[in-house]
């Protein structure tokens, strides 16, 4: 890699801060305004930089590349779901960047999955689609005359009639809600611009419920839309005032009623509208109370609540009457157990599924509605991911289940709750041949630095030595009691096959552990998931997995702020950085409100307005704590149009970087200009931008190369 030329240096213009009678510089506050001229031509200069800098990686880039394209079953179908009468897929076609939204007819009067051929229950043959196939939405067409576009929703009416898509063509995450007639493709006049996520229908299949966000990005209202009419005429249902929440909409398994939710990060409250009455009015369920969450499911003359009421740290299960749904009529049918997490509840007419995890684990526990009894569905591995697919129907008898791991391609399979036999549907395709036995998966656990146990998830091929010769990415997250679950890659292939180990650090922020584990790494606690992450780091190098000089890091968003305060914790913890559009400028973002979902953040990070969380923020906040020390070689990303990451944040941070470490590095930057949080949409885009970031890792931290295993010809 050439690193003869020099950066560009981005002016300092005088700017400062007063916070807590302290004066706080922030030269580079100038590149927040996008109207500048000079910021455009910035970012611009910084891309061309890092293109340049990366351009003798080019050859490897495109062999990278090529390796995912080769593995990765280009022309592919999803295992239909049995939904009124049809089976709905999505395919998608080798050489085109989106997916194929289609359905078919199932046979007439089945509407149980176990009555179908066994033809039907599987992935149709991409290759050569079934003459009564319809294509509901194809997206490669729609994205035709856009340089951006993705699918935010997609929701087919109860009658099967109609479909509203919430399509977003610059990344901002403001959708176009249209609606198509399913039966000739042709697009309604309706068109609501600037909606957010979510979308519910009624069941008279012409009236829908849908959010929208206010300038923050913050879904604050609910409204009410009737085909055929003026949206600007469309009725709030729900305005949300308290800038600490937003609002989401659904439609039940039962398909009696549609729910709003309403929710903080700590606070919850829920409203149910009957859905056969498409002028219903929203019935609250129960108040909210600070502190108090609950999410809930319908089954007959009940709701089934998982609730942290009454102390219930990992959450409990309760149920209560859908005419008295309040809180004095909660009644416990699944207790709390701490140590098990509770995550959600699915609601079916003969039994309940109970979304769980404990010690690192996901599990999927069927249970009777009447009692709470039941068991955990068994899985084969030590380290793996099991969770829930499509499960449409409410009176349906057959579970399907989502299944994955390190070394385990994703698997879709059919759970028969009557018998207990499992029929795996489908299993991830890896083109040119994929040896699971040439792979191995463990847990290691570090000790952080006040005792507590972290748990790191690997993997291998059974061929790479763990003698300290083995380079190796470490991958963390650690907020928003978001889990970092195991689970398969065919890109990742490209990295094992070199000889890496690939590692995810399960740190405190996150919920993998239960809701202690969130709450030891969030607010006062935030420094915990850090100083996590790099105990992480040394029990790799300590039990000779890799050695410093071959360890890479990398986090995207909050993942992003944890690389960026572990490296100011400890510059030399790794060999190499990637930090995508990652949260670094946490005072600053923090302390202004007009910026997109800062407020909703408090219950997540603090409000900097109080003394104490302003001086724990500044502690860690990358930004600000920049020092005079070699950092590694870093790859940092950021997107002009991100709502959730304002692209000036690692713009800043890496201007500071450059301008104060004093050797180590290169330190690249590299904005997409015309994409948001989740980068370029198509596929082939995100490969090539994948390929990239694997190049540049490999380059750092194996500038040996070993020879690659097991690759596809």
């Known amino acids: ?14 700017y400062q801060h007063q916070r807590h009678g302290q004066v706080i510089d922030d030269p580079w506050y100038w590149l927040r305004d996008r109207e500048d001229p000079a910021v455009r031509a910035h970012l611009e200069a910084e891309n061309a930089w890092t293109d340049a800098h990366l351009a003798p990686l080019q050859p490897l880039i495109e062999q990278l590349f090529g390796e995912i394209k080769s593995r990765v079953q280009e022309t592919d179908a999803s295992t239909p779901s049995l939904d009124g009468g049809w089976l709905y897929y999505r395919r998608t076609v080798e050489g085109q960047q989106y997916g194929i939204h289609c359905r078919r007819p199932a046979p007439v009067g089945v509407d149980d999955v176990r009555a179908l051929p066994d033809e039907l229950r599987r992935p149709v043959d991409p290759e050569a689609p079934p003459a009564d196939e319809v294509v509901l939405l194809d997206e490669n067409v729609e994205a035709a005359e856009h340089d951006f576009f993705r699918l935010g929703g997609y929701a087919v009416s109860p009658d099967h009639r109609l479909a509203a898509e919430l399509v977003d063509t610059d990344g901002s995450e403001r959708f176009t809600i249209r609606v198509r007639d399913l039966s000739t493709g042709e697009l309604l006049p309706d068109r609501i611009v600037g909606a957010a996520y979510s979308l519910a229908w009624f069941g008279d299949g012409e009236t829908f419920l849908y959010t929208v966000p206010d300038e923050a990005w913050r879904p604050h209202q609910v409204r009410r839309h009737r085909l055929g009419t003026d949206p600007a005429t469309d009725e709030v249902v729900h305005r949300e005032d308290d800038e600490r929440f937003w609002c989401g909409v659904g439609r039940m398994r039962s398909e009696q009623y549609l729910a709003i939710s309403v929710g903080s990060k700590v606070t919850s409250e829920w409203y149910l509208l009957d859905a056969d009455d498409p002028q219903a009015a929203p019935q609250l369920v129960a108040a909210r109370e600070h502190g108090v969450e609950y999410d809930l499911d319908h089954r007959g003359e009940d709701l089934l609540i998982v609730t942290n009421a009454d102390g219930a740290e990992d959450f409990k299960l309760v149920t209560a009457p859908v005419s008295t749904p309040g809180r004095a009529h909660w009644r416990d049918l699944v207790g709390h157990r701490p140590g098990v997490r509770l995550e959600g509840v ?16 996901t599990q999927v526990r069927v249970v009777d509605p009447a009692t709470g009894q039941g068991g955990v569905l068994a899985m084969d591995e030590e380290v793996y991911t099991a969770g829930t697919g499509p499960n449409p129907s409410f009176d349906t008898r057959v579970l399907r289940l989502v299944y994955t791991s390190l070394t385990t391609p994703t698997q879709v399979i059919d759970v028969d709750l009557d018998t207990g036999a499992r029929t795996v549907l489908k299993q991830q395709p890896v083109r040119g041949g994929y040896d699971r036995e040439q792979y191995v998966s463990w847990r290691e656990w570090a000790t952080a630095s006040d005792g507590t146990r972290v748990p790191i998830s690997c993997v291998r091929r059974v061929d790479t030595a763990l003698d300290g010769t083995a380079p190796c990415l470490l991958y963390g997250y650690g907020s928003y009691e978001i889990s970092i679950d195991p689970s398969f ?35 006062l606690a935030k420094p915990n998931t850090f100083s996590d992450f790099v105990a992480c780091a040394d029990h790799l190098v300590e039990q000779s997995i890799t050695a410093r000089d071959r360890l890479a890091v990398r986090g995207g968003s909050a993942g992003g702020l944890l690389i960026g305060a572990a490296l100011n914790l400890r510059p030399d913890v790794a060999a190499a950085a990637v930090a995508e559009v990652p949260f670094v400028d946490v005072v600053n973002t923090m302390s202004d409100a007009s910026i997109p979902l800062t407020v909703i953040e408090y219950d997540e990070w603090g409000n900097p307005e ?7 923020m500044r502690s860690y906040s990358p930004y600000d704590n920049v020092r005079a020390a070699d950092y590694p070689a870093m790859f940092v990303t950021a997107g002009l149009n991100d709502p959730r990451v304002q692209y000036w944040e690692p713009a800043k941070w890496v201007a500071k970087l450059r301008a104060t470490a004093t050797g180590g590095g290169p330190i690249l930057l590299r904005t997409e200009l015309g994409a948001g949080h989740a980068g370029r949409s198509g596929r082939y885009d995100a490969w090539r931008d994948e390929a ?16 690659l295993s097991g690759a596809p010809a």
């Open 610 to 616: 109080d003394p104490d969380y302003h001086e724990v």
């Open 1 to 14: 890699m050439s690193e003869s030329s020099a950066p560009p240096v981005a002016e300092r213009r005088p």
């Open 346 to 361: 699915d609601a079916f007419a003969t039994h309940l599924v109970l979304h769980e995890r404990t010690e690192a684990r």
């Open 489 to 523: 890659s065919p890109v990742r292939l490209s990295l094992l096959d070199r000889g890496f180990v690939f590692a995810i650090a399960h740190v405190r922020g996150g919920g993998e552990m239960g809701r202690r584990w969130y709450e030891d790494g969030k607010f």
């Open 692 to 707: 990239r970031t694997l190049a540049f890792v490999i380059d750092r931290v194996q500038p040996d190369a070993r020879p």
